[in-house]
């Protein structure tokens, strides 16, 4: 597929998507003419991709990480690294302490609410 039903497919912008490419996690044949042309498997890798910049990743992260999971479904395959178990367990801790700041945060408002109420 052309990178224009890419983005309609994925709602990710063509600038997000050379950027992927550039950052090596997104990779396009290229047509006689010069034009990107994404395997149906681009789909669920730019959907995992934004999930993963979602999550709080950096692109150098997701880089890392990618090749260890499957496009279809997400789960893992069995490249992972022991080095990228250990970064991606020092993400989710981080990830831990930002939600327990966002509902501490939460229940400040939630006490200001009530007491602005009356």
């Not at 039903?5 to 992927?20: C, D, K, N």
């Not at 044949?29 to 999930?51: M, N």
């Not at 981080?94 to 400040?108: E, F, G, K, P």
């Amino acid at each position: 597929m052309r990178i224009g039903e890419l983005v309609r497919r994925t709602g990710v912008s063509e600038r997000s998507l050379r950027y992927y490419e550039k950052q090596g996690l997104l990779a396009a044949e290229r047509t006689p003419g010069g034009h990107r042309e994404y395997a149906e498997a681009a789909v669920d890798r730019v959907i995992r991709i934004q999930e993963l910049f979602a999550a709080g990743l950096c692109s150098s992260k997701i880089a890392e990480l990618l090749p260890c999971m499957r496009d279809g479904d997400g789960g893992p395959s069995a490249v992972a690294t022991p080095k990228l178990v250990a970064d991606l367990t020092e993400e989710r801790a981080r990830i831990d302490r930002t939600i327990a700041d966002l509902l501490r945060s939460r229940d400040t408002l939630d006490e200001v609410i009530d007491a602005a109420r009356g």
